[in-house]
């Protein structure tokens, strides 16, 4: 596997943490005794997608500890692992060498719906919950299959051979061009597939989800679950992949819910409206502390 140059960022230490079966890098930033914010990525990105994020969050005194997840950025391929339970496991395995007992815990796409499985399985380790451009975990069936056509790609992405190749593909860049993503973030995140390996750990997100957790997310696992910490959920309306309507599922499984919605503003918010981003996100880990 080809090793690349990590990506300077003023302020911004690494380190290197092992989750069980997987090496786990996270960027870290902000004073040390800072209230510990833990930002998770989602796919085609890595721990680079908060590079306009990290700064203003450690200026405002925050601890910030942006995690790579495994197969991604500069963390440890595994063969295997690629549910996204298993990414939940990680994170709480990291959080668990990182020394953070509890946090805030932020995350978009992939990142987003692991963020919600680590704050079910250890709710009272998570203060806060900031969600960008993903659904819950429940979902209505029907509700999906009426927008199944927009998660498509899924099947290419997660195809063996062809799913590794696609990361690689012109059509594929276009199409996450046309998700809201700027020129040069394409072009950073672009290069982070040269490797193989990382092509693979890619396809491999998307083929686990199409081939098993899809099955299993049908049965209604969380269903009897609720998410017990604030939520705040901030959705671009021009998501090419996840329509609006599909949000429903977090009003009946958070008792304290507020959805932002961004009009002309697509599913890579991040990287699209990083000022927008930091201003709503200043503003939800200023929020009064929890009770409990």
Known sequence: MTQRSMPVL??????????????????????QEGRPVVLLHG???????????????????????????????WSEVAPAGYEKEQFSSDVLAAADALGLESFDLVGHDWGGWTAQLVALKAPSRIKRLAILNIPPVWQEPGRVARHAHKLAYQLVVGAPVV???????????????????????????????????????GSKIYRSMVGREFARLARGPYDDQKLAMPVRVLFGLDDVAVHPSLLDGFKDHADDLNITEVPNCGHFIVDEQPELVVKWLTEVLAEPAPKG
């Open 163 to 201: 799913g590794p190749l696609s990361h690689l593909s012109p059509t594929l860049w276009w199409f996450i061009r046309r998700s809201g993503m700027p020129k040069e973030s394409v072009d950073f995140f672009r290069g982070c597939f040269r490797d193989r390996d990382r092509r693979v750990a």
């Open 10 to 31: 003023e302020g911004v230490t690494h380190e290197y943490v092992q989750a069980g079966d997987v090496k786990i890098h996270v960027a870290v930033a902000g004073p």
């Open 43 to 73: 796919w085609p990105e890595n721990w680079w997608m908060w590079h306009k994020v990290i700064p203003a969050l450690a200026d405002a005194g925050y601890r910030v500890h942006a995690v790579d997840l495994r197969g991604a950025g």
